[in-house]
């Protein structure tokens, strides 16, 4: 059998064990539905055991022995590009980095973080997606993105955490008049929002708003109210909550190393202090 064929197989069982399901696995994959279950079963009848039990049409159970085949795999594929790295001798190769982060992050730390982080690193090609703080998370244990900066302290067994800077949450707009405007269940804030609301026994409507600029744009036009960072407040009045309002930022990657100038970027993240207005 053709190593080259074996490590597509892995390629493919490691996102169809990443996302629990043929068909996603098949749009990330860019190749057909058939195709996924194909390499999947060359792989098992290969390896002389299940790593899937399909149940019903789309849901499958992962086997015993496909948990142990993803923790080898994902140290391979990670080691294969560290060998990639190592043996391209061209000193002008470029690094990508892929970063996700969560919307306040985003929109108000990012762009001064990112400006330091393209100097320091002028080889790194930067690539940035916006998420909510589950979604970062989830992405980094599918190997989507390289570096995450969530909103609320999520863990994982494959992912180490750091705490950054804080975050102060403030009362935007007018909370007499409403509505509410949330975001959603897997966002940072609104943990905050849920309990403000809960605290205080307020009972109005809601809007559910996945996007931190959609709001405080609303904020600005004189709709609404929220819970929302003070960094984000500029222009909107508002009123700073308690000490219990406060959170922080975090920096997550993989525990697995990452190759040598990611690891360096990493490095550098930590020990970043956000400048003074």
């Known amino acids: ?115 330091e ?29 390289d570096l995450g900066f969530i909103e609320k302290p999520l863990s994982s067994n494959q992912i180490i955490r750091y705490p950054l800077m804080e975050d102060q949450l403030v009362l935007a707009g007018d909370v007499l008049a409403g509505p509410w405007l949330v975001r959603e269940n897997s966002s940072g804030v609104y943990y905050y929002t849920k309990r403000f609301l809960d605290e205080k026994d307020i009972k109005q409507p809601t809007i559910e708003i996945q996007n931190n600029e959609v709001i405080v744009g609303l904020l600005k036009q004189g709709f609404g109210c929220s819970v929302i960072s003070e960094r984000a407040a500029a222009g909107i009045a508002y009123q700073k909550l308690d000490d219990s309002f406060k959170r922080k930022f975090y920096l997550i990657r993989r525990k697995t190393k990452s190759v040598e100038e990611i690891e360096r970027c990493a490095e550098f993240v930590t020990k970043w202090d956000e400048p003074l207005e």
Request: glycine share 2%.
């Open 1 to 115: 059998m053709e190593v080259i064929a074996i490590f597509k197989w892995l390629e493919t069982f490691k996102v169809v064990y990443e996302t629990k399901n043929f068909s996603k696995a098949s749009e990330i994959l860019f190749i057909s539905q058939p195709t996924v279950s194909a390499q999947i079963k060359q792989l098992e009848n290969e390896l002389r055991t299940q790593l899937f039990i399909r149940n019903g049409r789309k849901e499958i159970i992962v086997t015993a022995q496909a948990e142990l085949l993803y923790e080898k795999v994902s140290d391979l594929i990670d080691d294969w590009e560290k060998i990639q790295q190592a043996v391209q001798t061209d000193q002008n190769q470029v690094t990508h980095c892929v970063i996700g982060a969560s919307h306040t992050f985003a929109n108000y730390v990012l762009p001064k973080l990112m400006i």
């Open 117 to 145: 982080l393209y100097q320091a690193f002028p080889r790194m090609h930067f690539k940035i997606k916006m998420m909510n703080s589950m979604e970062v998370l989830q992405a980094l244990e599918q190997h989507t993105i």
